[in-house]
């Protein structure tokens, strides 16, 4: 039976379909983002699920619905890495099965953490087939000459084309499979260019079918937009079991990458490296390096011990308060919520008397860290009031809690957890929310200090 092609108009940033063109996309709000593309539709096929070579199969066979009860649960079977930081951002280790994207900035190093983690389970008598759809075996390679790469069970592949994959992954049946990356992958059948939305989607569902019918694990690279997101479909991270996203500064070494979505394990994970010249190194205690440049005596520097999934970070909250010579005063935070900042500034005017509506406000997480959980409020608060006053905090204290709206200070979670990180990192004295003191017992050699309202822990902080 013939084809039938029919024309239709699609947004390269959202994936909405029309049947004519629009300047303005009608889903995201983009301008000339629709672009026209052949869309073939294909008589409908019966039977079973279509069969590669060797077992592989493209498809899932038909299932029945089955009550829940009779289903067995097990722990997901999981590949452990040698690197302890990406083992946490994916929840223990690489789920057999389960499709990962990651992304991150050009040169950042996605495509070295994948080739070293190749490398590893390779050397754990692990198949590994690495793809690449922007090098050749060749400069593959060169790269894992650089990084000390190197074992039969590592199989490199240069391809773009889906059903040549496909094949590839029939002849090694591996354990683990790489596609550097998604965007460069097309399907013969799609008329559209490698890296559209109906490609990209396309490619990513055959990939997944590939994963859950087979058990391999596939790691899939996405390109990112110029505004940080990974570039196509938002479909593309709905599709996925673990999304990871690769930050950091091109010119600085330290990498940082986090668990946005996770099917597996805990989506507020992160892991830590190092960029050196023989490949990423992971950090064993980032709390080490985000205060290893802390200024002593300086006012508006406080150290707040935030969590960071299940593992306690110590980072550096900077606040720069200064009168404004405009209309209207300047906030702007780096690394905090721009919201919230404005908020415990009206509780620190309301509540403790600070005048701070004709001063410009500036705040900063030292090293790059997004924070986003409440327990960094009072540290913040803190910040903003010792650049005021121009008093300077003790370079000892380590600041945890919650802030309301009426100046209270709330409990937190995981107090103990934390104050353990603050005195592993020798810290004499920590202020804390007073209803966090019982039920647990502090360790030795450091001062727990608890205050019920923000003006108390001011009044501790600096001095009154």
């Given amino acids: 039976m013939a084809t039938k092609k029919k024309t239709k108009f699609m947004c390269q940033s959202c994936g909405y379909e029309s049947a004519k063109w629009m300047g303005k996309c009608p889903g995201c709000g983009e301008w000339n983002k629709m672009v026209e593309e052949v869309e073939i539709v294909k008589p409908a096929r019966r039977g079973g699920a279509f069969t590669h070579s060797e077992g592989i199969t493209g498809t899932a066979e038909r299932q029945k619905a089955t009550p829940i009860t009779t289903i067995e649960t097990l722990q997901e079977p999981r590949i452990a890495t040698d690197s302890a930081e990406l083992n946490r951002a994916l929840g223990g280790g690489i789920v057999q099965g389960s499709l990962v994207l990651i992304g991150g900035d ?52 240069s391809e773009t084309d889906m059903d040549y994959i496909q094949q590839a992954i029939a002849e090694v049946n591996p354990d683990l499979v790489i596609i550097d990356s998604i965007q460069t ?53 709905h599709m996925v079991d ?15 990458i986090r668990a946005v979505k996770n099917r597996f394990g805990s989506t507020n994970e992160m892991g830590i490296f190092e960029m050196k010249e023989s490949g990423l190194e992971e950090v064993a205690n980032p709390s080490e ?47 905090i919520d721009h919201n919230r900042v404005s908020l415990l500034m009206a509780v620190l005017e309301k509540r403790v008397g600070l005048l701070l509506q004709n001063q410009d406000a500036y705040l900063k997480v030292a090293g790059g860290v997004k924070l986003d959980e409440p327990a960094i409020d009072l540290a913040v608060s803190v910040s903003i009031a010792s650049s005021f006053r121009d008093k300077s905090t003790r370079p000892t204290d380590c600041i945890i809690g919650e802030v309301g709206l009426t100046g209270e200070v709330r409990r937190v979670s995981r107090i103990e957890q934390r104050v353990q990180e603050a005195v592993k990192l020798g810290f004499e004295r920590v202020i804390l929310p007073a209803n966090n003191i019982s039920g ?13 309202t923000v003006a108390e822990a001011l009044k501790y902080a600096l001095g009154g």
């Fill in 106 to 157: 050009p040169g950042i190093g996605k495509s070295t953490l994948l080739l070293q983690v190749s490398s590893q389970l390779a050397q754990k008598q692990k198949k590994v087939l690495y793809i690449s759809g922007e090098e050749s075996v060749k400069q593959t390679k060169l790269r894992a000459d650089r990084l000390g790469v190197t074992s039969d069970h590592l199989y490199v592949y």
């Fill in 185 to 237: 992958v097309y399907q013969s059948e799609v008329t559209s260019a490698p890296g559209s939305v109906s490609q990209v989607r396309e490619c990513t569902a055959t990939l997944m079918r590939i994963a859950k019918s087979n058990g391999i694990a596939i790691f899939i690279v996405g390109h990112v937009t110029k505004e940080g997101a990974i570039a196509g479909p938002r479909l593309l991270e």
């Fill in 242 to 256: 673990t999304v990871l996203y690769f930050e950091g500064e091109r010119h600085h070494t330290y990498r940082i």
């Fill in 289 to 335: 390096i985000f205060l290893e440049e802390r200024s002593k005596g300086a006012a508006g520097s406080t150290v707040v011990a935030s969590m960071e999934g299940t593992r306690p970070v110590l980072v550096e909250i900077q606040a720069l308060v200064s009168p404004t010579s405009f209309g209207n005063p300047r906030r702007m935070a780096t690394g």
């Fill in 440 to 452: 647990w017992s502090a360790p030795k050699g450091i001062e727990i200090i608890g205050v019920s």
